[in-house]
C-alpha cells in the first residue's frame, strides 16, 4: 500500500476481475470520473478507505457470493473504514455504534459467543458481499460523498450479480440499502431498520437477519451461512 494515496488514474483500474470485465466501459469511466473529483479534494479532506480498498469488497466473483449486506458509507474514521460494510479491523476499540448494534442482534440471534473483534473478512471468506451504497466518504464527515456518483457504479454492482445468478440473500437495512432492492431481481431480501444507534430501536433490534438469511437460503436448497467469528482474524 503506498504512503501517498492515489485518487486520481488509478481508481478506474482498480476493480478486481471478473467485475471489471462486467461492469461496462460507461462505469469504469464513471469511477475514473469520481476518481478525478477525490484527487481534487485530497487538500480539504482525509477521504477513506485507502483507494486499495475502495473495491474491496468485490474480492468475491459474482458467481460465488450468498448473501449481500449493503451499508451505507464507510466510517468516517480513518482507522475504522477498510472497504467492506460495516467491518472494522481487528483491535478496534470501542467498536462504532452500528458494529456495536449487529454483534448484539448476531448474538442474540444465534446464540453465537463473539470475540471482541468485528473484522468481518472471515464473512467474505464465506461468501458474505459487504457492500456500501457509497463506497467513498470522509473523516469527520458522514455521508460526504453521496453525491459523487456512488449509486450508479454500486447499482451497475447489483445489476450483475443480478444477470450472474439469483441464488441469494440480500439483506437491507435502510431507507439507502433499500432503493437496491428493485435491482435484486430473484434474490430473496431480508429487510429491516439500519441498526445505526439513532435506528436500531426501530426494527433492526429482534429482526432475526441471519438466522432468516439462514433459512431462506435452506429453502433453496443452499448451504447456511456460518455467521460465527474466529477468535482471530483471518490473515490480511
Known amino acids: 500500500m503506498s504512503d501517498k494515496p492515489d485518487w486520481g488514474s488509478r481508481l478506474r483500474d482498480a476493480v478486481p476481475d471478473p467485475w471489471a470485465s462486467r ?89 453465537l459467543s463473539l470475540p471482541d473483534h468485528f473484522d468481518l473478512r472471515s464473512w467474505v471468506d464465506r461468501g458474505v458481499l459487504l457492500l456500501n451504497r457509497h463506497l467513498t466518504s470522509a473523516v469527520g ?33 435502510g431507507k439507502q440499502a433499500a432503493q437496491l432492492i428493485p435491482r435484486f431481481g430473484g434474490a430473496a431480501v431480508v429487510e429491516s431498520a439500519h441498526p445505526s444507534p439513532l435506528s436500531a430501536h426501530r426494527g433492526f433490534f429482534g429482526s432475526r437477519p441471519f438466522s432468516t438469511t439462514n433459512e431462506l437460503l435452506r429453502a433453496r436448497g443452499q448451504e447456511p451461512v456460518d455467521w460465527s467469528l474466529p477468535a482471530e482474524p483471518v490473515a490480511s
Do not use: C
Not at 456518483?149 to 441464488?167: F, H
Open 23 to 111: 461492469i461496462g466501459e460507461d462505469i469504469k469511466d464513471e469511477i475514473h470520473s469520481i476518481g478525478s473529483r477525490l484527487a481534487e479534494r485530497v487538500g480539504t479532506e482525509q477521504i477513506v478507505p485507502h483507494p486499495d480498498h475502495v473495491f474491496r469488497a468485490l474480492q468475491i466473483a459474482p458467481e460465488d457470493i450468498r448473501v449481500v449486506i449493503v451499508g451505507q458509507d464507510p466510517y468516517p474514521n480513518a482507522s475504522h473504514a477498510m472497504g467492506l460494510s460495516f467491518s472494522v479491523p481487528a483491535g478496534t476499540s470501542p467498536l462504532p455504534g452500528s458494529a456495536k448494534n449487529i454483534r448484539t442482534e448476531l448474538a442474540s440471534d444465534l446464540g
Open 141 to 173: 464527515s458522514p455521508g460526504a460523498h453521496q453525491s459523487l456518483g456512488w449509486d450508479t457504479v454500486t447499482n451497475r454492482i447489483i445489476d450483475v450479480l443480478a444477470e450472474v445468478q439469483s441464488n441469494w440473500v440480500g439483506i437491507v437495512w
